[in-house]
């Protein structure tokens, strides 16, 4: 099972490099989604334009609860857990894949851990 992966990210693109390519080498992860809040650094815009992943840009900075103040899970939501991450935090190397740890809140959404 791949488990979508939503990056929030705003004018910072070195981490957000990093985080890629580290999910990139994972097994089990898939899609990567970059959520964009309102970003205006041109470095960064020019990665986001570049990649080849899915990128949501949104006309407002939604900080780390973007992905829900926008809706942006929903359609993964129901086809099962979903990460949402920072782009400063990076799976160890030694993290080969992500695997279901438990619930975590009261409508059944599973943690996930990378191991």
């Not at 899609?31 to 964009?36: E, G, H, K």
């Not at 407002?60 to 992905?67: R, W």
Request: some cysteine; aromatic content about 6%; charged content about 25%.
């Amino acid at each position: 099972m791949s488990i979508p992966v939503f990056i929030t990210c705003r004018d910072r693109v070195a981490c957000l490099q990093r985080l890629v390519d580290r999910l990139e080498t994972m097994d089990g992860v898939g899609p990567i989604v970059l959520v964009d809040n309102d970003s205006a650094w041109p470095p960064l815009l020019d990665y986001l334009d570049a990649t080849p992943h899915e990128v949501v840009r949104l006309a407002e900075n939604s900080g780390h609860l973007a992905v829900w103040r926008h809706a942006i899970h929903e359609a993964r939501r129901r086809a099962g857990p979903f990460v949402v991450t920072d782009p400063d935090v990076i799976p160890r190397r030694s993290a080969r894949a992500f695997v279901l740890t438990g619930p975590l809140l009261a409508d059944s959404s599973e943690k996930i851990a990378f191991v």
